[in-house]
């Protein structure tokens, strides 16, 4: 993606464009920064060579383009009603449609529509940039707006149930991480009822473990549930490695990805967030339930090993394998023995 020097113009621009949105003092400035953000990442998911990502791209900026003027509409009647700054009353009708427009932006549900189509149609890298880095710079102007109503608790609803149940029936792996990104969307919502540090936490160790998984798909040329019976995959070392990731992922414990969820359901039980809270965990169950069964199909029903397979170890090639295992496993330990002595 970074191969020639107009990806990587396109990059820095779309860098520069995030950090001018999360670092404007109006809404406007933050309008322009998505703007640039949007206008530079249309060309990178465009491709001469695969018609699925000219696609892509289309459907990509027409749904932003549909955000993006509900975001200004919302900032001009804000304007109007003299309240341009970022503090704002909070049951405002104009708030209501810049949240909207963000959240669209965001892909979290209801306003989803437009992700798993996207995601179906392009390579894994892009894929990362849209599952991680496209979300900052909402999920930062977001976190400006939010309060806890009933507007945010039916979005947190909404996106965990979604993205739980719409991976149940798929066969892609992007769409599978797709919803999965849907469903960790309503869990950083919900963190940043609780605290700006909760959400910046779970973000980030959502888009490490995110970015391992998809990365380790990348090197295998992996995309869909039948292709990890393939050769590529059939190192028994990788497909745990990959498994353990996915697991992880979830918010299974003891691996890392427990660590942001259970920071959450604390904070949410402090302020007696029960029911959030059971429909939360019952969605993370479902997740795991499609991630598990990708395990057993792929580990115990179909777990072919070739003798000739064993003279070139995937695993010594992919980094991304090792250092995904690594973070799985060892993340929460480390983070729990540092809590500790510092404490």
Known sequence: MLKTPTNMLFMIILISGTIISISSN??????IGLEINLLSMIPILSSTKNKYNTESALKY??????????LMTGCLLMALSSEINMTMHFSSPQ?????SALLLKMGAAPFHFWFPVVMDGVSWLKAILLMTWQKLAPLMLFSHNITFNKFIM??????????????LNQTSLRKIMT??????????????????MYWMIYFTIYSLITTAIALMFNSSNTFHISQLFLHKMNDPLTKTTTF??????????????????????QGLSQNNCFLLITIMVMSTLITLFYYLRLMYSAMAINNLQPKWNLKNNFFQKNQA??????????????????????S
Not at 95 to 99: F, K, S, V
Not at 244 to 257: A, H, N
């Open 26 to 31: 109006s809404w406007f400035n933050a309008w």
């Open 61 to 70: 900026f027409l749904t932003q383009a549909i955000g993006s003027i509900i």
């Open 244 to 265: 353990v990731s996915l697991l992880s992922l979830g918010g299974l414990p003891p691996f890392l990805g427990f660590l942001p969820k259970w920071m959450v359901i």
């Open 321 to 342: 394998a090792l250092f995904s295992l690594t973070l799985s496993l060892s993340g929460l330990m480390i983070v729990t023995m540092t809590n500790n002595l510092l």
């Open 179 to 196: 919803y999965s990104s849907i469903n960790h969307t309503g869990w950083i919502i919900a963190a940043m009822m609780i605290n700006e």
């Open 95 to 99: 708030l209501m449609m810049i949240n």
């Open 154 to 167: 039916s979005i947190i609803v909404c996106s965990v149930t979604i993205g739980a149940l719409g991976g």
